[in-house]
């Protein structure tokens, strides 16, 4: 049989789910989550099977009103996903549409910005329905449909993994003929170093994201493969301020040692092996006008 593969672009808000999705579609962990909106910094590919045919998603940040320089490489890199990709899911939060919601304007702005690139193979994906009123959800679904844009419209929970199959099966239908791209059994395309970063990063995000909202970064340094077939990584954490600084770590260190505990925990996991993780927080004011951190996570670094 011949094979197919292409590229699925994931769009939406930030805090839609699209990462979350993307971890269902694929059927395991290869990118993070965070209740916090702004989670994805840059694209992450994350590759499923479907019989011949293989998908490589596109986890993209969301799309939001850029004012920072990292926010517009985000959004940057997220629309560019959209453009190199067969097919496109735009993802809305359901219960998140309240007209004056940050989230509703936003997915306004990206279905005008769809509507300028037609002819792409895009679908609407009506996220968190679960704890929803179907009632509620027809309205929504007409009304995106009047639109014009979406050849189809899934309504699904990403989290309970409530009709995901219905989406991997219309984006496999949609993917073009040619050779896979990836070995068959590849979850993710992402190095290991920076997949070690991100889940720190992740564990951050999820023990402070009141106190740090999004001042914070993490590089891998070093990774030392040992003899005894674990592996030892040194990440620093970069905040920009020395009362942040202090966040992280704690009292007495408390904080940044719970961090490394959940980190460490779920490397050892993701790639079946002992880790001795190794953690720094140094304070860099300017880590987010910084060209090399940019390139270090794979974004295009803005010039103003
Ligand atoms: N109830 C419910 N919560 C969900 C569902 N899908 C995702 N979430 C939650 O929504 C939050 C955001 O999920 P993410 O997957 O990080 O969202 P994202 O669109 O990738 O966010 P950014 O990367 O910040 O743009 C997390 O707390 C998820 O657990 C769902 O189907 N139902
Ligand atoms: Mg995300």
């Known amino acids: 049989m011949t094979q197919r593969c292409g590229f699925c672009a994931i769009i939406g808000a930030p805090n839609a789910g699209k990462s979350t999705l993307v971890n269902a579609l694929v059927g395991s962990k290869v990118a993070i989550v965070s209740p916090k909106v702004q989670t994805t910094r840059m694209p992450v590919r994350g590759i499923a099977m479907a019989g011949q045919t293989q998908i490589i998603f596109v986890d993209t940040p969301g799309i939001f009103r850029p004012r920072r320089r990292l926010d517009r490489a985000m959004v940057t890199s997220a629309w560019s996903g959209a453009e190199e990709a067969d097919a496109v899911l735009l993802i809305v939060d359901a219960a998140d549409l309240d007209e004056k919601s940050p989230a509703a304007r936003d997915t306004a702005a990206i279905l005008e910005g769809l509507k300028d690139r037609k002819g792409k193979k895009t679908a609407l994906v009506l996220n968190k329905i679960d704890g929803m009123k179907r009632t509620d959800l027809l309205p929504l679904v007409e009304k995106f449909h ?35 791209l990836y070995p068959e059994d590849q979850a993710a395309d992402i190095p290991s170093r920076l997949l070690a970063a991100e889940v720190t990063r992740e564990k951050i995000y999820l023990r402070l994201h009141d106190e740090l909202p999004y001042a914070s970064a993490v590089e891998t340094e070093k990774w030392e493969e040992r003899k005894d077939g674990s592996v030892r990584i040194d990440q620093v954490i970069y905040v920009q301020r020395d009362g942040q600084k202090a966040i992280v770590l704690g009292k007495g260190g408390a904080t940044i040692k719970k961090i490394g505990e959940l980190a460490r925990t779920e490397l050892e996991e993701l790639f079946g092996r002992r880790v001795h993780l190794f953690l720094f927080v140094k304070v860099r004011e300017d880590w987010a006008e910084n060209s090399e951190h940019y390139k270090e996570i794979g974004l295009d670094f803005p010039r103003e």
Do not use: H, N, Q, T
Not at 165 to 178: C, I, K, T, Y
């Open 146 to 180: 009047a639109e014009g844009v979406f050849e189809d419209v899934f309504l699904i929970s990403a989290l309970k993994g409530e009709a995901v199959a219905d989406v991997a099966a219309w984006v496999a239908s949609r993917m073009p003929e040619g050779p896979w």
